[in-house]
């Protein structure tokens, strides 16, 4: 008898087949373990084929050894494979798990420069107890001209290149400045009325590289009893040093603005040099160009005739305003030289600049 065909020989590859099929790590080990052990040049194949050399009463012995053992080894290489099998689909169910509520990844933004100063200032008077006021873009002549004291046809009507809204004679325009918002205030609050107020303001300006038809201005407004210029100085002060540090002073000139008596022009110190570059000797200042002070915007105490065409009893109350702009304020603190930038929408200057604004 082939010594193929012994028992012992066949229980040897029967255990050397299960003992490789345990040990397969794998679904790729184990068809390498069945190939040695159940493959055409396996024992166990070979066995077969040698049951054929057998003299005829031995076949049938020897066939059913053979075939006992064959079936051993594929019912537990097949064991193997089912085990194998689910090791594998419960591995790639964790692997390749995939988080649906994960957002697809979206380009980052941020929140606009002049929206981020426009709340810094704003924090600044709400610190001191003022409130916010708005008013609308499309406004009433009557508010941003009548009864701000701009005489019917005042030049000063012109002075600011007003966008009129169609059809002529609707007695609409885009507003020229925040002051409306004055008005609005005091024609809707009790008294008295201390209010910032942002927002946006037209111009028929052509676009440059220093006007946009387009600009942000924020105004100021408080009106109550023994306000005093003293109070104005005080607040554009405390403003300046909230918004460009510790001692910046401001200054102001005289000017005419039809709703302040008297007006002034705001000039605001220079927050680099402090006026260092406008002494003899002193180091050019990039900021200023070495005249040691910037302009920021307007101010005044408010027109007795803007208080009584709102009402109020100007032998009562007092009161001062000021406006300036907020893209002006950037520019300047930030070096920009070209005011297109805040309005042409492009990311990586509101990224740039949106957060410390
Ligand atoms: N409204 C003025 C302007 O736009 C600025 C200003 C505001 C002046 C308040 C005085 C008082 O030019």
Request: glycine share 10%.
């Amino acid at each position: 008898m082939s010594d193929l065909l012994s028992p012992a020989s066949l229980e040897s590859a029967r255990d050397a087949a299960l003992a490789a099929f345990a040990a397969a790590g794998s679904l790729d080990a184990l068809a390498a373990a069945r190939t040695a052990h159940v493959g055409d040049r396996s024992l166990v194949a070979q066995a077969r084929k040698a049951i054929g050399g057998l003299p005829g009463p031995e076949k049938a012995e020897a066939g059913k050894r053979v075939n006992v053992v064959a079936q051993a080894v594929s019912a537990a290489l097949e064991a193997r494979r089912v085990e194998l099998e689910v090791e594998r689909d419960e591995r790639v169910l964790v692997e390749e798990a995939v988080d649906v509520t994960v957002l697809p990844p979206r380009p980052v933004g941020a929140r606009h420069p002049l929206t981020t100063v426009s709340d810094r200032v704003a924090d600044v008077f709400v610190a001191m107890g003022w409130e916010v006021a708005e008013g609308p873009e499309v406004e009433h002549e009557w508010f941003n001209f009548d009864a701000l004291n701009f005489g019917g046809d005042h030049p000063a009507r012109e002075m600011q290149d007003t966008l009129f809204v169609e059809p002529a004679g609707s007695g609409l325009v885009l507003r020229t400045h925040t002051s409306p918002v004055q008005v609005r205030s005091l024609l809707t609050r009790e008294l008295p009325v201390y209010v910032v107020c942002p927002g946006r303001v037209y111009r028929a300006d052509a676009l440059d590289a220093t006007h946009s038809p387009v600009f942000a201005q924020v105004e100021g407004l408080c009106v109550d009893e023994g306000i005093t210029m003293a109070h104005l100085r005080g607040t554009l002060d405390h403003l300046a040093t909230a918004m460009f540090g510790e001692g910046i002073t401001t200054r102001i000139r005289p000017n005419y603005f039809p709703f302040t008596e008297p007006s002034a022009e705001l000039d605001l110190q220079c927050f680099r040099c402090r006026g260092a570059s406008a002494e003899p000797g002193g180091e050019p200042c990039r900021v200023c160009s070495s005249e040691g002070w910037i302009e920021w915007g307007g101010c005044g105490m408010v027109n007795p005739a803007v208080l009584r065409a709102c009402g109020v009893d100007p032998e009562r109350y007092s009161g001062f305003a000021f406006g300036m702009g907020l893209d002006r304020t950037l520019m300047f603190r930030h070096g920009i030289t070209d005011i297109r930038d805040f309005y042409e929408g492009d990311q990586r200057f509101t990224l740039a600049l949106g957060q410390e604004a």
